[in-house]
């Protein structure tokens, strides 16, 4: 065989190779045209998918707001906003067009147990999600996306499109509610002379024992004004009226005709007294020796007579000519000769007549306050006082006390029916607890997704007659943790802490506010590592806001301060809880 000289060969060898050369370069060059429409494809496809998840997140705030401010529905402002949102976004250099009615739905998200996500279903009503859909397809306004070298593969434009889900995730949410004594002392005598604007309602406290309850919510309003202002309330023995109104700038207790003035080892002279005496039948001897302080040495007997001349106790005193025989006929009242009126249906634990007179003249609740002026004076305001101030805990010492606007516990109750009412408007599958402290906690209502049962069982409960006294922010705190450890649900877990007063109560029950406050703040620490939001609601002036913005810091939440006359705190209040009600985690499930 003849052999092809080497330089033949070699020219035939780079024949070859050129022509192989040519194809991989159309093969190189059809990838690298892949490679760029397929970059483009992916960068657009991920801008729909921005785009879709923002318009959806904002749709979905719109619904947690739960109103619309230009008078549209709230589906359709939600609607709008989501197309807002979608145009702002760009994807493939073209700012992306939703159509309102098909590419933007709202319904329920519920979660699905088998596969441990969430399912999403469009609605006619009750939303709680949204769905977004963004497209770049030629049916779509905004065109399909148009491809640079795919076109060698006959394929010119390529249709992409994104979805995003965004639900407001449901909550567990710990009430935690103060019920210490302070929570009443806008009602009290010791606010009588308050210098913001407002008055105590102490008015509204008598006229309301015997009924009907207050209005819910109840609208702090002066006495005259108020939805018990024509109310004439409950009387006993001589107390029969109200007394002047308590008007800070023009209220003087020594000159209310309502209160006598009524003090040991001093002799009584109020006229108004010898009147009610001489009106039951009492002759000038029983007078005289009723209104004179001569044995006053024993307490005994001067609670006694007080209650005589008060017409809350009837004296036997069997002196010649008395209308009251039986007694022994001298000037001293003896524990055998006084019969005490009955006492009130609504008496809880165990106090008397005696204990309010006693009360009265030892004024232990009105030390170094505003209030001392009232001590000695009886009549129906000293008396509302003493079943508000003078609490016999742990025990109530009436059992209606609660049906009455005492402040500020009444606006928080009000309040935390508004965060019900508000949460439930939402139809979202959020649940409640309630917890209360006062020097002690006290957990009341379990994790429950009837709301209704919160604001019903703290409307039947009454500030400083119920837990042991003191301010236990750090035993609230630890009973509403404890709570939410035994919730088994995917669901936001938060916690919502109102109190109004200072921390001192420490985690051994000793009354010491550096500690209780360093207790405090431990167990919003234990909260937050285990994931629990915090937020707070200071109500008043004497509230330790540092802590409770302290507290909210730790927990990632918010502190909300209320302050001001009742008047101005109750309104305050109601729209703090409307607004804690639709804050809410939002999250994306699809």
Excluded at 71 to 92: C, F, H, P, S, V
Aim: hydrophobic share 35%.
């Amino acid at each position: 065989m003849k052999r092809m000289p080497i330089a033949q060969q070699n020219a035939r060898r780079r024949g070859a190779v050129v022509a192989q050369v040519a194809v991989m370069l159309v093969v190189i060059m059809g990838f690298a045209a892949l490679a760029i429409d397929a970059g483009s494809m992916y960068s657009t496809r991920a801008e729909l998918q921005h785009t879709a998840d923002a318009a959806a997140l904002a749709a979905v705030g719109i619904i947690m707001e739960g109103e619309s401010p230009d008078g549209t529905t709230l589906e359709e402002y939600a609607r709008q906003i989501a197309a807002e949102y979608a145009l702002k976004n760009e994807a493939g250099g073209v700012n992306i067009v939703v159509d309102p009615d098909g590419d933007i739905e709202l319904g329920q998200a519920a979660y699905n147990a088998g596969t441990g996500g969430w399912d999403f279903t469009p609605t006619a009503g009750g939303f709680n999600a949204v769905r977004v859909t963004t497209r770049r397809t030629d049916s779509s306004a905004n065109g399909s996306l148009g491809l640079t070298f795919a076109h060698i593969f006959h394929n010119t434009e390529a249709n992409l499109t994104a979805q995003a889900t965004s639900m407001l995730l449901p909550r567990d949410l710990a009430v935690v509610i103060d019920i210490s004594g302070s929570m009443n002392f806008d009602s009290t005598l010791r606010d009588w002379n308050r210098n913001d604007g407002g008055t105590a309602n102490l008015r509204d406290i008598w006229a309301s024992l015997d009924g009907p309850e207050p209005s819910r919510p109840y609208i702090p309003v002066d006495e005259t004004e108020s939805e018990y202002a024509d109310d004439t309330g409950p009387t006993y023995g001589y107390m029969t009226q109200w007394g002047d109104p308590l008007f800070p700038d023009t209220y003087s207790p020594s000159s209310d005709a309502a209160l006598v003035y009524i003090r040991r080892y001093q002799s009584t002279n109020d006229a108004s007294i010898t009147a009610n005496l001489t009106s039951a039948g009492y002759n000038s001897a029983e007078r005289s020796a009723l209104m004179s302080s001569s044995h006053d040495n024993s307490s005994s007997h001067f609670r006694r007579r007080t209650g005589v001349m008060l017409g809350l106790a009837t004296w036997n005193s069997g002196k010649s000519g008395s209308a009251f025989p039986g007694g022994n006929g001298d000037n001293q009242l003896d524990s055998w000769e006084v019969n005490w009126l009955p006492l009130p249906d609504y008496r809880a634990s165990s106090w008397d007549w005696e204990d309010y007179v006693w009360w009265v003249y030892n004024g232990n609740e009105y030390r170094g306050g505003n209030d001392s002026v009232f001590r000695y004076r009886y009549g129906l305001k000293t008396y509302a006082d003493f079943l508000l101030s003078g609490s016999a805990r742990p025990y109530q010492r009436t059992d209606n006390l609660w049906g009455t606007p005492a402040q500020p516990l009444r606006a928080v109750k009000d309040a935390v029916q508004i965060l019900s009412d508000t949460i439930a408007t939402m139809n979202t599958p959020d649940r409640m607890s309630l917890e209360v402290f006062n020097g002690t906690s006290s957990h009341e209502v379990s994790l429950t997704d009837n709301l209704q049962e919160i604001p019903d069982r703290l409307y039947d409960m009454q500030a400083d007659h119920y837990l042991p006294g003191g301010t236990g922010i750090g035993a609230g705190l630890f009973r509403a943790t404890a709570e939410l450890d035994n919730s088994d649900r995917w669901a936001a877990k938060m916690i919502v802490l109102m109190s109004d007063g200072v921390a001192n109560i420490d985690e051994d029950g000793n009354y010491n506010t550096s500690t209780a406050r360093t207790y405090a703040i431990a167990e919003a620490q234990r909260a937050a590592d285990k994931g629990y939001l915090i937020y707070t609601v200071s109500v008043g002036y004497g509230v330790d806001r540092a802590l409770m913005q302290e507290i909210a810091e730790i927990g990632n939440g918010r502190e909300f301060h209320a302050d001001g006359s009742p008047e101005e705190y109750t309104e305050e209040l109601e729209q703090i809880f409307r607004s804690l009600g639709g804050i809410r985690p939002t999250v994306l499930i699809q």
